[in-house]
């Protein structure tokens, strides 16, 4: 695509000023309906050094109110950022629903210079292309314009530049070394840039690329280009999209209702094996801290099935330093404003941490499925775009073990009457959770659908018998320690 | 996404006939929406010899009403198919809206057998994808539903039938030649078909690998994957796709109001000049032949302009046999039901023959677009959806002329009163004629558009000034003999 660039005819003075300021207004209107529309709008300005990123931003949003944008300029991952997952601080900056977020640089970039210094083998590059791919396409099948722009100037004129920049005292910090080597090894860059975009250009988030040559012209290109894409995502509401076929290796899980709920533990095996158990994991959690190796535990299971007092059971065992559980509610209205899996790769471990989550990213396909919070066309797709996340977990070296926590209809009510007759324990049932017994059935669907669709061999759940709770914990435990050795 | 694929898990029967048979029901049901949303439907069967990509395709079609579908079977391309370019049998057969295409094998096993066979180099094989990937594109961004499925057999299942096929007498004509290379070159097959599939895997056109050991669970997987796509088609209507970013290499061409109309010719000027460029050009016309040039003409202006009688002096230099002209007149009915390009694909000259169109694709943009005949969003997308088809046909090796035929208002006003007065010449002026000059300053702006988007180096326009119709016919010769020295 950047091979075969050639320099564009900028328009006369005259043309220029008055397409600038039709285009301008033009983004000023659309402001107010990307709010209504609840669309959510990234912009990735990607480009050579000194093509004038940031002045080229800095255009663009003078034409929006503040508090509908948020720019991020990219910048080399801290401490902590190393310690999460390629996507991790990208995820993160994603826009809320009716809002910009403007990139000054960003994975392409990062994934370029590691890359271009010869940190990068062929292999990782074709996974991190993958793992963007990937991405975009979550974040477009979701309802999110994606544009992204790349600056383009020509060697001479960046040279030029650069020169221009290091000749005045004010203005030489703004050269970086990045920014010499580019040009130095300028064709290198090209085509390394050149396959990029050829490699991340998908219909639904194509490249577009600018000449940056001149300020005005840069902007008004990028504004075109804006306005056209928010324009064309406006006109679509709510669009279903292809379900994609299953590409990950699958486990063979069984039915619920082909689960034995009679296996049971006596007293004291019990607190014996939890007691030798729970010494086994703390080691462990030693080990994988300083192995720098990150887990993350998710439970989900029916209403009063046991789940906090089997987490209680992992969490009592590790270094409160090096764990945290994450309690799933509904959404804030933040939250529901971004991609169903913002709030959970915000929630991530660093490496050699472990996070627990006491109901998951799989809501998608349990009650938001059940109760429409969304369409159906969201719940069927989700079932891969969880597989992807997860994925993208374990090719950072992530353990993941994902509890199904299984109890049957009769003991449930056992345990709600307990609840509702028991003072100390009435705040622990609600109207809303007989009202989701009332949906039991269609809830086991839904879980079924989801286990047989969901148990990956890098994230496969494993159900816990949980009548008898000891049970339950001591074989969460285990599971554990066991998926804790074979990394360690 | 064949080399990780794992076999899948095939459902009990008696699962195996509950699901096929709600299956069979759902497609029944979908194909009256299908036919109601006027949705085309185009599923691609590509697969492995032996695979069963025929009796996938029967046992679909079985659900469906005979006047809805219609089945292709991949040949080799005939004697005049291999005079066309590389997609024109192809884009002949996609679907009319609410119809069903099937196809058993196509754009795939035509590259792959090339490929394979070793007669399609690197660089050859790159430009055919690239023609697929935008094929495909096409057809989606137009509302097509695009299904493509790969049957996938293993090495052994493959031997084992091909075996089966040859021992019986009535089967074994079955058995093709390519089946047995295929087997005996399992794996370098098994590599070039999965670079393929990873190639052209696009979010709105993925494939989906069927696991085709046994019948049942090859129709139910093919079943189920094809009334999810249509659930999730129907679902859109008149889906806005992103405007992509032109990357083809364009010509800096005038404005209209910029073209100087004084140009004019004497009599007999004209008449010699006529004379020996209707020579040259006949002359030409024989070695184009022999050497198999395609050579397209495509004609646009203004109504009284001078189209015909331009044209009459083009064709009555050439060979009757080795010509056609094509009127293009608004779309029949099944025209309209397809892609807009359609009509012109299937009217593409042969190698070494020439097409003249009186009035062409461009009506996309003109009329189309200032009649609301289309959407906005579809109009926009023309200008690249235009510029890919000419680069189809420069690069199977056509010469393309385009010539926009301009005159002044006054001009058309002047020829429109002598249209009404001659007794004959009544019949050339039509009420519309006087609509669309009510419009002018609306069709200038577009043409303009068009003229700037549109010429590109390998197919630029070329004005013909022709309030002299006699220097707008010299002017046309002059260029036709000119682009015909260029290649001959």
């Given at each position: 695509?950047?091979?075969?660039?050639?320099?564009?005819?900028?328009?006369?003075?005259?043309?220029?000023?008055?397409?600038?300021?039709?285009?301008?207004e033009?983004?000023?209107?659309?402001?107010?309906?990307?709010?209504?529309?609840k669309?959510p709008?990234?912009?990735?300005?990607e480009?050579?050094?000194?093509?004038?990123?940031?002045?080229?931003?800095g255009?663009?949003?003078?034409?929006?109110?503040?508090?509908?944008?948020?720019?991020?300029?990219?910048?080399?991952?801290?401490?902590e950022?190393?310690?999460?997952?390629?996507?991790?601080?990208?995820?993160?900056?994603?826009?809320?629903?009716?809002?910009?977020?403007?990139?000054?640089?960003?994975?392409?970039?990062?994934?370029?210079?590691?890359?271009?210094?010869?940190?990068?083998?062929?292999?990782?590059?074709?996974?991190?292309?993958?793992?963007?791919k990937?991405?975009?396409?979550?974040?477009?099948?979701?309802?999110?314009?994606?544009?992204?722009?790349?600056?383009?100037?020509?060697?001479k004129?960046?040279?030029?530049?650069?020169?221009?920049?290091?000749?005045?005292?004010?203005?030489?910090?703004?050269?970086?070394?990045?920014?010499?080597w580019?040009?130095?090894?300028?064709?290198?860059?090209?085509?390394?840039?050149?396959?990029?975009?050829?490699?991340?250009?998908?219909?639904?988030?194509?490249?577009?690329?600018?000449?940056?040559?001149?300020?005005k012209?840069?902007?008004?290109?990028?504004?075109?280009?804006?306005?056209?894409?928010?324009?064309?995502?406006?006109?679509n509401?709510?669009?279903?999209?292809?379900i994609?076929?299953?590409?990950?290796?699958?486990?063979?899980?069984?039915?619920?209702?082909?689960?034995?709920?009679?296996?049971?533990?006596?007293?004291?095996?019990?607190?014996?094996e939890?007691?030798?158990?729970?010494?086994?994991?703390?080691?462990?959690?030693?080990?994988?801290?300083?192995?720098?190796?990150?887990?993350?535990?998710?439970?989900?299971?029916?209403?009063?099935?046991?789940k906090?007092?089997?987490?209680?059971?992992?969490?009592?065992?590790?270094?409160?330093?090096?764990?945290?559980?994450?309690?799933?509610?509904?959404?804030?209205?933040?939250?529901?404003?971004?991609?169903?899996?913002?709030?959970f790769?915000?929630?991530?471990?660093?490496t050699?941490?472990?996070a627990?989550?006491?109901?998951?990213?799989?809501?998608?396909v349990?009650?938001?499925?059940?109760?429409?919070?969304?369409?159906?066309?969201?719940?069927?797709?989700?079932?891969?775009?969880?597989?992807?996340?997860?994925?993208?977990?374990?090719?950072?070296?992530?353990?993941?073990?994902?509890?199904?926590?299984?109890?049957d209809?009769?003991?449930?009510?056992?345990?709600?009457?307990?609840?509702?007759?028991?003072?100390?324990?009435?705040?622990?049932?609600?109207?809303?959770?007989?009202?989701?017994?009332?949906?039991?059935?269609?809830?086991?669907?839904?879980?079924?659908?989801?286990?047989?669709?969901?148990?990956?061999?890098?994230?496969?759940?494993?159900?816990?018998?949980?009548?008898?709770?000891?049970?339950?914990?001591?074989?969460?435990?285990?599971?554990?320690?066991?998926?804790?050795?074979?990394?360690?």
């Amino acid at each position: 695509m950047l091979q075969q660039w050639k320099e564009t005819e900028k328009p006369q003075e005259e043309e220029l000023s008055s397409r600038l300021k039709a285009a301008r207004e033009k983004l000023q209107e659309q402001q107010m309906k990307v709010k209504e529309h609840k669309l959510p709008v990234l912009i990735l300005v990607e480009g050579w050094g000194t093509a004038g990123k940031g002045h080229v931003i800095g255009q663009l949003i003078k034409n929006i109110d503040p508090r509908f944008f948020k720019v991020f300029s990219m910048k080399d991952p801290s401490e902590e950022e190393k310690r999460k997952p390629f996507l991790y601080r990208h995820f993160a900056s994603i826009p809320e629903a009716g809002k910009f977020c403007f990139l000054d640089s960003g994975w392409m970039n990062e994934v370029m210079r590691a890359r271009l210094y010869g940190k990068m083998e062929d292999a990782e590059y074709a996974a991190r292309i993958e793992s963007i791919k990937r991405f975009e396409r979550q974040l477009t099948d979701n309802g999110y314009l994606v544009v992204k722009l790349f600056l383009h100037i020509e060697k001479k004129e960046q040279e030029k530049r650069i020169h221009h920049l290091l000749d005045a005292k004010d203005t030489r910090w703004r050269v970086s070394k990045n920014d010499q080597w580019q040009n130095e090894h300028y064709k290198t860059c090209l085509e390394a840039f050149d396959s990029y975009l050829k490699d991340t250009n998908m219909p639904q988030a194509p490249w577009y690329i600018i000449d940056a040559k001149s300020k005005k012209w840069t902007e008004l290109q990028a504004l075109e280009i804006l306005t056209e894409g928010i324009e064309v995502a406006l006109a679509n509401n709510a669009m279903a999209v292809p379900i994609l076929q299953n590409v990950f290796p699958m486990e063979k899980m069984p039915l619920l209702s082909e689960i034995d709920l009679d296996k049971s533990l006596e007293d004291a095996e019990y607190r014996e094996e939890l007691k030798s158990l729970q010494q086994r994991l703390g080691e462990l959690h030693n080990r994988l801290y300083r192995k720098k190796v990150p887990v993350i535990i998710a439970y989900e299971g029916w209403d009063a099935a046991g789940k906090g007092g089997n987490i209680k059971r992992i969490a009592g065992a590790l270094d409160p330093r090096g764990y945290e559980v994450h309690p799933i509610a509904s959404p804030e209205p933040h939250e529901k404003a971004r991609h169903y899996l913002w709030r959970f790769w915000t929630r991530l471990p660093k490496t050699g941490h472990i996070a627990i989550f006491d109901r998951t990213w799989y809501g998608r396909v349990m009650v938001e499925r059940l109760e429409g919070f969304c369409s159906e066309n969201d719940w069927k797709r989700a079932y891969n775009e969880i597989n992807e996340f997860e994925k993208e977990l374990h090719d950072w070296g992530a353990v993941i073990i994902k509890f199904w926590v299984q109890i049957d209809k009769d003991t449930q009510l056992e345990r709600f009457n307990d609840r509702q007759n028991t003072p100390g324990k009435q705040w622990k049932i609600t109207d809303e959770d007989w009202r989701n017994r009332e949906k039991w059935d269609l809830y086991e669907d839904a879980v079924n659908e989801m286990i047989q669709k969901t148990s990956t061999t890098y994230a496969p759940w494993h159900i816990l018998e949980s009548v008898d709770k000891k049970y339950a914990r001591i074989k969460a435990l285990k599971i554990v320690v066991e998926e804790l050795e074979k990394v360690l």
